[in-house]
């Protein structure tokens, strides 16, 4: 059965992309002149996400939080990294970022050239001087109040459990000074899980946003640190949910 549902949904997403992409493309291109950040292609990108999200039947989601994300910004969103699918479930949320993807992801047919219409940042993880230019260019979005979204991971788990968070994204907080939004997600890597192909059916996917927290609310501007932190009280609320279940 699972094997029947996950065809369905891979031809639902060729479906969409055959739809949508140019229409996607053709809106790029009439808006290119004046829309240099590349705002109206983002949001066409969500809005597809979030209707995907929805007619996909394999899941249920649930999502609370997300009206915390709402004000003027910026901020540098954050979350844990269960599955491929958790690009599209954020995406879903339908709010303002610019994502920060590994470069190995431009050379995807489609989804990179998703990335460079709607000019997310990109880095080669084991190159020292890609990360030193993403993290300028992150800090130059957020300076021009564009919020930046990233996994502090760096990968997907392979066990569902929250790993070692990088401290990019925190030391980005720190530079830019804004706040910090994580976004906690459990259940995607039991319906995609790293590697897979398969989907499997009758997982609960929930997704929280929680409030913005300045970076130097924890009294410390030592990006190690709060990543740390950041990382204890994700695994926390994550066990939290669990308990709830059990």
Same mark, same amino acid.
């Given at each position: 059965?699972?094997?029947?549902?996950?065809l369905?949904?891979?031809?639902?997403g060729?479906?969409?992309?055959?739809?949508?992409?140019?229409?996607?493309?053709l809106?790029?291109?009439?808006?290119?002149?004046?829309d240099?950040?590349?705002?109206?292609?983002?949001?066409?990108?969500?809005?597809?996400?979030?209707?995907?999200?929805?007619i996909?039947?394999?899941?249920?989601?649930?999502?609370?939080?997300?009206?915390?994300?709402?004000?003027?910004?910026p901020?540098?969103?954050?979350?844990n990294?269960?599955?491929?699918?958790?690009?599209?479930?954020?995406?879903?949320?339908?709010?303002?970022?610019?994502?920060?993807?590994?470069?190995? #992801?431009?050379?995807?047919?489609?989804?990179?050239?998703y990335?460079? %219409?709607a000019?997310? +940042?990109?880095?080669? $993880?084991?190159? &020292?001087?890609?990360k030193?230019?993403?993290?300028?260019?992150?800090?130059?979005?957020?300076?021009?109040?564009?919020?930046?979204?990233?996994?502090?991971?760096?990968?997907?788990?392979?066990?569902?459990e929250?790993?070692?968070f990088?401290?990019?994204?925190?030391?980005?907080?720190i530079?830019?000074?804004?706040?910090?939004?994580?976004?906690l997600l459990?259940?995607?890597?039991?319906?995609l899980?790293?590697?897979?192909?398969?989907f499997?059916?009758g997982h609960?996917v929930?997704?929280e946003?929680?409030?913005?927290?300045?970076?130097?609310?924890?009294?410390?501007? #030592?990006?190690?640190?709060?990543?740390?932190?950041?990382s204890?009280? %994700?695994?926390?609320r +994550?066990?939290?949910? $669990?308990?709830? &279940?059990?």
């Open positions: 059965m699972d094997f029947f549902k996950s369905f949904v891979w031809l639902t060729v479906f969409f992309i055959i739809l949508f992409f140019p229409l996607t493309f809106v790029w291109l009439v808006t290119l002149p004046a240099r950040n590349r705002i109206i292609t983002h949001r066409i990108l969500t809005w597809q996400s979030r209707l995907l999200a929805r996909v039947p394999i899941w249920k989601i649930n999502v609370r939080g997300r009206e915390k994300a709402n004000g003027k910004g901020y540098v969103f954050i979350s990294h269960q599955s491929i699918l958790d690009i599209l479930l954020i995406n879903s949320l339908c709010l303002n970022y610019k994502w920060v993807s590994k470069i190995e #992801n431009m050379n995807v047919p489609f989804l990179g050239w990335l460079r %219409m000019d997310y +940042l990109t880095v080669d $993880r084991g190159n &020292k001087e890609s030193e230019l993403m993290m300028d260019k992150a800090l130059g979005c957020l300076k021009k109040g564009i919020s930046v979204m990233m996994f502090p991971e760096g990968t997907r788990s392979v066990d569902r929250i790993g070692f990088k401290r990019g994204a925190f030391q980005l907080a530079d830019a000074g804004v706040p910090i939004i994580p976004i459990d259940g995607s890597g039991g319906v899980p790293k590697h897979g192909l398969i499997s059916t609960k929930r997704m946003v929680f409030d913005p927290v300045a970076p130097d609310s924890f009294g410390t501007d #030592n990006p190690d640190i709060l990543s740390v932190k950041f204890n009280f %994700m695994k926390e +994550l066990a939290g949910w $669990r308990t709830e &279940k059990s």
